[in-house]
Structure formats: C-alpha cells, structure tokens
C-alpha cells in the first residue's frame, strides 16, 4: 500500500484505506479551517440569466493548517439537483478533508433551485477541477492527484464528471479553460447513477434534465453508460437501507468500471439512511 493518502495510482491501496476512515468520519472531529469563496467565472458564467448571487457559482476553498500532503478534492454536495446540502455533504466534509492534509473544495454549483438545469452543473463542476488545476501551485497541490467527491445527486455530478472531461482549450485566452477537467479519481457517496430506471430518484432527473428530456440525453447522462477505459479510479459506498437512492445506483457503475478495466472499489454498508 502507498504511504500517501488517495494514492490514486495504487487503487485497491487508496480505496481501502479510504474505506477505513469514511467509516471513522462519524468518530473523527474535524480539523477546523478558515475557508474562503471565489466565483468560479469571475467574467460570468455561461449561460447566466441574471447578475443576482444565484447567477455566480462559487468554490469554497478549505486548504489544510498543516501537514498537506498535496492531494486536493472538490467536493459537490447533494440535494437532488434542486438545492445543496452544504453542511454536512459540504462543510463539513471539507474539514474532515483537512484534517487528513488534503485540501478541499466545495463546487457551489448552479441548480434547479436556482433556476438551471443541464449542462450548468456540469459547467461548474468541471470549471471547479480545471481551477484547481491550473493553481495547483498556488494552492500547493499535485495537480494530478486532484479528485472529485459528490454525495447523492452530488453523487451524480461527481459521476458526470467522471464520465464527460475534455484535455482543456489550448486556444483559450482563459488559463483555467486550458486546464483539462478530468479528475485523478472520483469518490462516489451514496451516488444518483442511472436515469430512467426503476430504482432512479426521478426528482434529480428532472430537476437536471427536465421532465420531457429526450432518450439520447437520458442516456447520456445515465452515467454507468458512459464509462470507458479512460475513466478514472472510482470508490463508491452505498447503504442497504437508502430507499431515497437505492444502491443498486452505485452497483450499476461499479460493474460497468469492471467491465472497463477501471479501477474501482465498491462497499455497501447494511445500515444507514
């Protein structure tokens, strides 16, 4: 096993050492952090209706006090697509990230809540990576052990993401657009996967795509569909008793991640909701 955490070139190491302290999350105080928040386009996001709070996403940027070990994360909290969880999917998570000396962010991304759907999560969930990125120095991480985290519909997006990246816009005259938006590895909590599905959380879908979305766009964003050798190394954990997403939503991507070559580690616990 690597001695540094998310190792994500050595799966079965990060994974299952991950696996060990997701359990210790409920037992671990937090590492508090004095975080800051950015807009992630500070010229305006595409596709922007307005210039009010909810037209400006934002990162929340928690680096830790001490002991960074040059792993990042950008974390994208749940809320079915509708609104986000941003305390215990968010906050929360960004300290108990700092406390291991990996420096998190918080993608408080555009939603139905606040009047948008597809592609704006997307936008600014890969916008979230590719800034992390391109300041890697800055924020002093390694740019390729940059991860992403999504809990839910959180979950979702993270899997979105991990499925549709590009290398970057080399003509672009913004320096985080020529940032490519793949990340290193995708930690998938409780995850919204597939659409249109006996066991899929139907509000997330239409709050993300619409309730009268056409086939080819459910498909593409039924994301064990989307899965390809490139995919990153994935961990998801799921529970038995979630009846909101069921888990079959993770074991959907995890096979597909095996049927890949994908790296990829699956837990499900029996309790928890």
Not at 14 to 34: K, Y
Not at 99 to 126: E, L, N, T, W
Request: charged share 20%; aromatic share 10%; glycine share 10%.
């Amino acid at each position: 096993m690597s001695n540094s955490w998310l190792s994500w070139r050595k799966p079965c190491g990060w994974a299952g050492w991950f696996g060990v302290v997701i359990a210790s999350f409920f037992l671990t105080e937090s590492l508090a952090a004095e975080p800051r928040t950015e807009l992630l386009w500070p010229k305006g996001a595409p596709g922007a209706v307005g210039e009010a709070d909810k037209d400006k996403p934002t990162l929340i940027i928690y680096l830790p006090e001490s002991n960074a070990n040059g792993a990042a994360v950008v974390v994208c909290p749940g809320g079915g697509y509708g609104g986000l969880a941003m305390g215990h999917e968010g906050h929360e998570m960004a300290q108990w990230l700092n406390s291991f000396g990996v420096a998190a962010f918080i993608c408080d991304y555009r939603h139905r809540g606040k009047g948008y759907g597809h592609p704006a999560p997307m936008q600014d969930a890969q916008r979230a990576i590719r800034t992390v990125r391109a300041r890697a120095k800055e924020f002093a991480v390694d740019p390729q052990r940059i991860g992403v985290m999504g809990f839910s519909a959180g979950g979702h997006l993270a899997s979105t993401v991990t499925t549709h990246f590009d290398d970057g816009n080399t003509d672009s005259d913004d320096p985080i657009q020529r940032a490519g938006s793949r990340p290193d590895f995708s930690i998938l909590c409780y995850p919204v996967i597939a659409f249109d599905q006996p066991y899929t959380h139907m509000g997330s879908q239409r709050n993300l795509l619409g309730a009268d979305a056409p086939a080819e766009l459910i498909q593409q964003f039924s994301n064990e569909r989307q899965v390809t050798k490139e995919t990153p190394p994935v961990f998801l954990w799921h529970t038995t008793e979630d009846k909101v997403v069921p888990p079959e939503n993770s074991v959907q991507f995890y096979m597909s991640c095996v049927r890949a070559g994908v790296p990829a580690e699956l837990h499900i616990f029996e309790k928890g909701r």
